[in-house]
């Protein structure tokens, strides 16, 4: 029997079982004869008596794509939950053809999976009684993967983080000119649907009915390496998209007034409150001030 460079095999193997067509395609690909040329396949991978090499060579493509299935599952566990396994199944073995892994880490493998959910989802007609329930799940699935992002990404774990102390001892005459430096591991949400009870009661194991669109938002940041969410009313989404983008504290509270119904002296006593809780999540990582 021919004998072949070892490191050959293994990457003229890989690029079969990973191949988005499967095994035959895999097989008669440019990039896996660039690797390795098997004229005669059974020199490689000997028939046994009940599966040919082809097959023998499936098991290991199989094997590849339930694993990344499985990963799938566990990163959108929720968006598993709603839409059941067999259907979750069917999006992600279609999501992995269409997006094969192309990094070391299976912790990337998720990442265009809300893209992939907007690109394929069907064209709401207006008809039934869930005709928003693409859009939903498109929403669900970010969340989840936010979550990801947020865990697997930079955070201020042994860092130091502007906390509540660091907040009072601010001067309150440079304070309207401040602007805050937020955590790296903060992401901010605005979505169509109230998804912040509806996920909780589906990861507790709960029934959750299918919420109606409604405009809700969510601050999302991971302390002592344990992600949080925080569900946010306007006001309070307006005034971080504006820290966010890099506005003072006075332009990101003027933001916030339009869309504050209560009184002045409210929004005073509310500021107070907000701050002191995002400095505590935390949300902010730093404060500057302009000159």
């Not at 309207?176 to 901010?188: G, H, S, T, V």
């Not at 002296?265 to 730093?286: G, I, K, Y």
Request: proline share 8%; glycine share 6%.
């Amino acid at each position: 029997m021919e004998e072949f460079p070892l490191n050959a095999v293994q990457r003229w193997m890989q690029s079969v079982i990973v191949h988005s067509q499967g095994v035959p395609a895999g097989l008669v690909a440019e990039d896996t004869h660039q690797h390795l040329d098997v004229p005669n396949l059974e020199q490689l991978i000997p028939c046994s008596p009940s599966q040919s090499s082809v097959e023998r060579l499936a098991v290991y493509a199989n094997a590849y794509y339930a694993r990344l299935i499985e990963c799938l599952q566990s990163e959108f566990p929720v968006f598993s939950q709603t839409v059941g396994e067999e259907a979750f199944a069917e999006f992600a073995a279609d999501y992995v053809q269409r997006y094969p892994s192309r990094s070391y880490s299976l912790g990337d493998l998720g990442t265009n999976f809300p893209r992939y959910l907007a690109e394929t989802k069907p064209i709401a007609d207006g008809q039934g009684p869930y005709p928003d329930w693409a859009e939903f799940l498109v929403e669900l699935a970010n969340l989840e993967r936010t979550f990801s992002e947020v865990f697997d990404g930079p955070g201020l774990e042994n860092k130091p983080a502007l906390g509540v102390v660091d907040l009072q001892a601010t001067d309150l005459q440079k304070w309207p000119q401040a602007r805050i430096k937020f955590a790296p591991c903060f992401r901010l949400l605005s979505l169509q649907f109230p998804l912040n009870g509806f996920y909780s009661s589906v990861k507790e194991g709960k029934k959750a009915d299918f919420p109606p669109p409604s405009d809700s938002w969510f601050a999302v940041t991971r302390r002592d390496f344990i992600v949080r969410r925080y569900g946010l009313n306007r006001p309070q989404f307006m005034l971080l998209s504006s820290l966010l983008e890099g506005r003072t504290v006075e332009e990101a509270i003027g933001a916030a007034a339009e869309s504050y119904a209560a009184e002045p002296d409210a929004l005073a006593r509310d500021l107070h409150a907000w701050f002191r809780a995002w400095a505590a999540a935390p949300f902010f990582q730093s404060v500057e001030f302009d000159d």
